[in-house]
């Protein structure tokens, strides 16, 4: 559907003739008959834009402090869209789109470069960007705190500013830091923070040290980062970091990385061992399964056949990777899937209102 309908009886036009959405719904709210035909008006409003209210709620979207698009600029990273991204322009590009709120997080290669009083100034800074951002555009837009890793002192002094005094949505990590993954025994003051505060735990590969380069031409980047995500993935499952920390809410961005078509890998569907049943007394497709799971690089027909059998509908969260992605690539690629309306309803919004009750009036 792109905007028209077509009319295949009288209506004044001839046969076939196409109608402009707008002028649909203005003739249907005229005539008193909206209600009549909800499934016609959820798929037009599934387009956003113009059809009616922004609805969608994007996890992973992606802004930029001043002091970061300098850094980034120096270090010579590539990231063009981090470098040129400005507020006005992606509140633009959010009601083309039909997205209410994004909830922004700083990107790779993070604030920590070696100097931790850099890093904590520098997160300092990204997130009081992030805290006026939310207070110039109310409802438009929320934050997932940047945090100085590995420094774990600096980092927990963050979340306590961060989430008590800025009242960021949740906290942002990358997947490794210096070859250590979340798992790790380094962070666990850290994930033990977050659980007692039942707090989200959004993360986003790094370029991992390892393999950066393997491929010539830039060509192993987007499989570095995916293959990041399974690994840390792995790291707070068998460390018995998801176990110890029930209440931490998880989201792992381009829905999960490789995982969920290695399940094999993980234990999954196998009788389990002594050792995996004590590891994980759910078992550990109850701790993939509880975890959250956006939709940047997923919404695709080849993908999401295996992504949505091992992931429940309700912890799929709509996630596009703005501004290296557009909004409409992911929009369109979960609607030509063929969700149904209530589904898809639930993927764009509603589970992440579950997670951020805040959003529900916005």
């Known amino acids: 559907m792109n905007g028209t309908l077509t009319f295949e009886g009288p209506s004044g036009r001839p046969k076939g003739a196409r109608v402009p959405r ?13 209600a009549l035909i909800p499934d016609a008006l959820s798929a037009l409003q599934a387009q956003g834009g113009a059809s009616g209210a922004p609805y969608r709620i994007d996890v992973h979207n ?17 990231q063009t869209g981090l470098v040129t991204w400005t507020p006005s322009k992606t509140l633009e590009d959010m009601d083309k789109d039909g997205v209410a709120t994004s909830i922004v997080s700083t990107s790779e290669p993070g604030v920590w470069f070696g ?8 997160a300092r800074e990204c997130n009081e960007y992030g805290a006026r ?3 110039d555009h109310p409802g438009r837009f929320g934050m997932f705190a940047t945090l100085p890793m590995p420094d774990v002192e600096g980092t927990l002094r963050e979340i ?18 210096q070859s250590k993954y979340l798992g790790d025994p380094k962070f666990a003051p850290v994930m033990d923070e977050l659980n007692r505060r039942k707090a989200v735990a959004y993360t986003h590969p790094s370029r991992a040290d390892c393999c950066a380069n393997l491929l010539p031409d830039g060509r192993s980047t987007g499989l570095t980062l995916a293959t990041d995500t399974t690994f840390t993935i792995a790291s707070v499952l068998f460390s018995g970091t998801t176990v110890r920390c029930p209440d931490i809410r998880f989201i792992w961005s381009h829905g999960g ?19 995996m049943a004590k590891r994980f007394p759910q078992g550990v497709m109850y701790e993939i399964q509880k975890m959250y799971y956006d939709t940047a ?6 993908t999401l056949p295996t992504f949505t059998k091992v992931i429940p509908t309700s912890h799929i969260l709509y996630g596009t990777d703005y501004p290296f992605a557009g909004f409409a ?13 209530s589904d898809l309803r639930a993927i764009e919004r509603d589970n992440a209102v579950v997670l951020f009750p805040r959003l529900k009036k916005a």
């Open 22 to 34: 707008r002028e649909f719904l203005g003739g249907l709210a005229g005539l008193g008959v909206s």
């Open 62 to 78: 992606h802004f930029s402090a001043p002091g970061f698009i300098s850094l980034i600029k120096a270090r010579n990273t590539g």
């Open 115 to 122: 100097d931790d009083t850099a890093a904590r100034r520098l």
């Open 133 to 135: 951002l939310m207070a």
């Open 160 to 177: 306590e500013y961060a989430f008590d005094t800025l009242k960021a949505d949740g906290a942002c990590f990358l997947s490794s830091y």
């Open 257 to 275: 990385g490789t995982m969920p078509y290695i399940t094999g890998r993980f234990g999954a569907g196998n009788p389990p061992t002594p050792e």
């Open 297 to 302: 690089q997923v919404a695709n027909a080849y």
């Open 329 to 341: 690539a992911v929009s369109n690629g979960l609607r030509d899937y063929g969700f149904a309306q």
